[in-house]
């Protein structure tokens, strides 16, 4: 059974660019959640997507979207990009029903905007 | 204010200690998260809980509802427990994370 995976696991891009980085869930799950975690900090939850469709979101500007397609997988998005986007992107899975939500997270994306 | 509190920042032991990292909570929950973060990035869970204590190998989590207050220890610490560890609460569907405590273990 794959655990969650990403991709890519590392990404170089310029400010302004568009950067799109993709999540597939653990089988079974049917929840991915985003996070950004810059260095030595704790993970910030960015949104949270179930039924193809964005249930919850952080603290974060319209710059930041994503996407659920129907095999459950994830994409999210980030334009015009900034200095400080760079940081670990985690994409965590669960199932919606799941008494307490466990998530399970993928390896992360590190993303560079220089 | 962050929702999740974590102490200390930074740890170094020598092998063979015993580690304590706390966490302390502000929100109402429906379950605290251990995960461990090695250098690279990846996560993993180490404990989900909503009362009591659990345990696995070495490593204890206990929680205090009332307190609000958590505790991750580890026995006999080896070198291959450096990371870094993350306390985690839930409540509903959202997740607020500590920033986590580094941990050096030195043989």
């Known amino acids: 059974d794959a655990g969650v995976t990403q991709s890519p696991t590392h990404l170089i891009k310029t400010r302004g660019q568009q950067v799109t980085l993709r999540c597939s869930p653990k089988?079974?799950?049917?929840?991915v959640s985003w996070y950004q975690q810059a260095l030595g900090q704790g993970p910030q939850f960015i949104f949270q997507?179930?039924?193809?469709?964005?249930?919850q979101r952080g603290n974060f500007p319209d710059r930041f979207s994503g996407h659920q397609f129907p095999n459950y997988s994830s994409e999210l998005n980030v334009n015009a990009l900034l200095l400080g986007d760079s940081a670990l992107y985690l994409c965590?899975?669960?199932?919606?029903?799941?008494?307490?939500?466990?998530?399970?997270f993928g390896p992360g994306t590190r993303l560079t905007v220089l | 204010k962050n929702e999740v509190e974590q102490s200390p920042q930074n740890l170094t032991a020598q092998e063979g200690e015993f580690i304590t990292i706390n966490c302390s909570y502000s929100?109402?929950?429906?379950?605290l998260h251990w995960l461990q973060q090695h250098p690279g990035g990846g996560i993993v869970s180490l404990f989900m809980?909503?009362?009591g204590k659990k345990k696995h190998g070495r490593l204890i989590a206990t929680i205090n509802i009332q307190e609000k207050h958590s505790s991750l220890h580890i026995t006999a610490s080896h070198p291959r427990d450096s990371a870094v560890y993350i306390c985690?609460?839930?409540?509903?569907?959202?997740?607020?994370f500590g920033t986590g405590t580094s941990l050096t273990v030195i043989p």
């Open positions: 997507y179930y039924e193809e469709e964005e249930r």
């Open positions: 089988s079974g799950h049917d929840t």
């Open positions: 985690a609460v839930s409540f509903g569907n959202q997740f607020y």
């Open positions: 965590a899975s669960s199932l919606r029903s799941g008494r307490y939500n466990e998530q399970f």
């Open positions: 929100v109402g929950i429906s379950a």
């Open positions: 809980l909503s009362s």
